[in-house]
Nanobody
Framework: QVQLVESGGGLVQPGDSLRLSCAASGFMVDYSAIGWFRQAPGKEREGVSCISNSDGSTYYADSVKGRFTIARDNAKNTVYLAMNSLKPEDTAVYYC????????????????WGQGTQVTVSS
């Protein structure tokens, strides 16, 4: 059974850091593309970052480039999203999702999703 479980969210102040984890079971993350998406209240879901299998190519939304880093630990079958210099506009529920092989900017292309973890950035 394919399962993704996010963790690591919380309430932080602007400028702080968080590291989200996406633990996978039922499949190997190094054979899949793992994406991070987020959805803020009243807004559409947006792609944040993605790491593809094989060569490990990474992708970032312009809004998080230089602040967020995606990484994969194959031994732990887990993908991480390190978030630095957090801003209030980063507040959202963050989801990880999986699809075969290559990344896609479209959430609908991902077949497996986690339950989400809340990130709130507020002073």
């Amino acid at each position: 059974q394919v399962q993704l479980v996010e963790s690591g969210g919380g309430l932080v102040q602007p400028g702080d850091s968080l590291r989200l984890s996406c633990a996978a079971s039922g499949f190997m993350v190094d054979y899949s593309a793992i994406g991070w998406f987020r959805q803020a209240p009243g807004k559409e879901r947006e792609g944040v970052s993605c790491i593809s299998n094989s060569d490990g190519s990474t992708y970032y939304a312009d809004s998080v480039k230089g602040r967020f880093t995606i990484a994969r630990d194959n031994a732990k079958n887990t993908v991480y999203l390190a978030m630095n210099s957090l801003k209030p506009e980063d507040t959202a529920v963050y989801y990880c999702a999986a699809r075969p092989i290559r990344c896609s900017p479209t959430g609908a292309d991902f077949g497996s999703w986690g339950q989400g973890t809340q990130v709130t950035v507020s002073s």
